[in-house]
């Protein structure tokens, strides 16, 4: 899908250098993959706390029980 975005050059350029990337395409591209990831792990340490844990589960035992 092809758009049109107004980006910043300065950040463009910045994001060039500092990715790596050989285009202007792939670093954009690596920049969404990088913030979708970072939202995506925040949702998860927003669950810290949250969850209630069965304090006589043995995650240890059940390692040993999958070889």
């Given at each position: 899908m092809a758009t049109?975005?107004?980006?910043d050059?300065?950040?463009?350029?910045r994001a060039l250098q500092v990715?790596?990337?050989?285009?202007?395409r792939a670093?954009?591209?690596t920049?969404?993959?990088e913030f979708i990831a970072r939202?995506?792990?925040?949702?998860v340490a927003d669950l810290l706390g949250k969850l209630e844990?069965?304090?006589s589960f043995d995650y240890k035992?059940?390692?040993?029980?999958r070889k």
């Open positions: 049109n975005l107004a980006i050059p300065d950040l463009l350029e990715s790596g990337e050989r285009t202007k670093a954009v591209t920049a969404l993959r939202r995506e792990q925040r949702h844990w069965d304090e035992a059940e390692r040993s029980r």
